[in-house]
């Protein structure tokens, strides 16, 4: 067997395990939510998958695509910036 771990893209995490794997806060991953960028893991029914206590699951693909999108926003924000000229004290 290979000495690869296989990651498994539909692992369901809460969200303090979500922004570990992002890299991000707590904050960040319920703003993503909020926003539309990461959806709560639905089960075959079209549920929200929540835990015990309530709180939503994401699925692990869905963080990585959260995370990558969110970043390349960043990046072009970023590049948006510096083609700007702001106006500097004389």
């Known amino acids: 067997m290979d000495d690869e771990?296989?990651?498994n893209v539909n692992a369901?995490?809460?969200?303090?395990?979500a922004a570990t794997y992002a890299?991000?806060?707590?904050?960040?991953?319920c703003n993503w939510r909020?926003?539309?960028?990461l959806p709560v893991a639905t089960n075959s029914q079209g549920r929200e998958i929540r835990?015990?206590?309530g709180r939503p699951k994401y699925r692990l693909l869905d963080v990585a695509k959260a995370e990558q999108a969110t970043k390349e926003r960043g990046e072009k924000m970023s590049r948006s910036?510096?083609?700007?000229?702001?106006p500097t004290a004389a």
């Open 12 to 17: 369901l995490l809460t969200a303090t395990e």
């Open 34 to 37: 909020a926003r539309g960028y």
């Open 23 to 29: 890299g991000v806060t707590v904050g960040a991953i």
């Open 81 to 86: 910036m510096q083609r700007q000229s702001f």
């Open 51 to 53: 835990d015990r206590r």
């Open 5 to 7: 771990a296989v990651l």
